[in-house]
Nanobody, 118 residues
């Protein structure tokens, strides 16, 4: 059974930093495309960042240069380091695991709330 558990969310002031972590069980994160998505109230879930099985990373334009996605193979976790947070970064952040970029299904975590106060 695949489980993804996010942690690290919370309340932070604008300009601050947070680090989210996604702990995986039932899969090996180094063999999957691991992604971070977010959903703000009233908005659709949107892509934030991902890291492929070979370590290739991609970011949404809105977070490029501020967020960094990384993987710890020994701990089987994927982190999202978020710097220079802005009010518009407030959302529920979800971790996802996709076998490949063309696979039509993904596993999802339950999400962690990030609130940035301005």
């Amino acid at each position: 059974q695949v489980q993804l558990v996010e942690s690290g969310g919370g309340l932070v002031q604008a300009g601050g930093s947070l680090r989210l972590s996604c702990a995986a069980s039932g899969i090996t994160v180094s063999s999957f495309v691991m992604g971070w998505y977010r959903q703000a109230p009233g908005k659709q879930r949107e892509f934030v960042a991902r890291i492929s099985s070979v370590g290739d990373t991609r970011y949404a334009d809105s977070v490029k240069g501020r967020f960094t996605v990384s993987r710890d193979n020994a701990k089987n976790t994927v982190d999202l380091r978020m710097n220079s947070l802005q009010a518009e970064d407030s959302a529920v952040y979800y971790c996802s695991a996709q076998p490949t970029l063309i696979t039509t299904y993904s596993y999802w975590g339950q999400g962690t709330q990030v609130t940035v106060s301005s």
